[in-house]
């Protein structure tokens, strides 16, 4: 008897604390969103992790495209609405900018 | 004829003994319909209703027109039929007094480089009575091809990026593409290929030979904030200074700008797609949404006359409305 509610409360311990539960939150988000409007990629630095999913959006009325100053990521023409994303592999300080507007520029950490 | 101060060129830092007031006055009504001729270094200006005088001060020796951004694809709110204003521009030209022999288009014939838009654009310009059009590309027309499909449409036998030169009635035309490349932070870029070409190009033409460049982006710096200027752009010009005179025809900034300093003019054209704001006085240099009926006047073409005895060069900007 002991031992059956040794083991139950063992299996009770070791089923909490499994990862990816659905309460969960404790681990950092796997996507990230910037949203292109009035010529700028708000915010004008992102810090994310490593394997975060990011995904620019433009909604200006005005197609932009999306460059990394050493070609690491390059989205084609983005008219309104449209997306592209870019998953980093690795950690490093991205600077990019709007090759249709070179004066557009921001720069994304990842770590 | 509005007086307003808006109109005014604002970054005119020049003192090259040029009559100011006339020239303020000038600026006033460019985008309305007013034409503007300068001799030897005095520019004045008729309402572009005095016939009588234009056909005496404006006939020239070389008539061509100047149209720009007809950003094909575009559909939103700022305008939604660029096809409509841009059929308007064309059925403007048939329409003037002296027939223009050819046309320049100063980039961003469409709007995101594709098939369809720049097919939309050519057969448009088949309804025009001026047949001959010359060409230089925008950022908009060399999206994700670097510019192939454009210099396959465009301009086939360029060099480079699409840059190349030619003569009509011993004026000396140079198209310059500055779209290409650019650089993170930067503004429209020529490039030392480019550069080298356009000083080969002008090294042995006689200093009396009317020149005329015409390139998407100014080549002089309006409001570099807004990318609306170019690096190397003095380099260019500095192959120019000794000719007596040259014209500099842009686009890119949707509106009617102009200088002169020295021996050079500087122009800039309205769009035939939509407005954009006057430098600063906006956020960001988007499209800019103005009441529909005030639409077309913001909207237009340049008509430029040659006269060669005057060594004179009018540029007549008209609107749409």
Redesign the interface.
Known sequence: MKTRIFFALALLIALSIVPGSAAGGEHAATAATITID???FPPQSLTVKVGTKITWTNH????H?VMS?NGEFHS??L??DDSFSFTPTNRATY???C?????M?AKLVVE | MSENKNDLILFDHNHDGIDRRGFLKCMAWAGTGALCVLQGGVLKSFALSDSARIKKAGRGDLTFVQISDSHMGFN???NPDVVATLQAAIDKMNALPVSPEFILHTGDIS???TPEQFDTVQQMLQSARTKEVFFVPG??DV??DDGRSYRERFAKNSNGAGWYSFDKKGVHFIALVNVMN??????GALGSEQLEWLEDDTKNLSKSTPIVVFAHIPLWNIYP???WATEDSAQALSYLKHFGSVTVLNGHIHQVMQKVEGNVTFHTATSTAFPQPQPGTA?????MKVPAERLRQLLGLTDVNFVRKNHSLALIDSTLA
């Open positions: 009035n010529f700028r200006d009325d005005i197609p495209a100053e084609k023409a008219d309104t600077s990019y900018f090759l249709l507007h070179p004066k520029t | 939103k709110p700022a709007h995101l480089s950022e908009h999206l994700d650019l650089k993170a932070g930067g503004l904030e807004w990318g956020p960001s240099p988007g499209p």
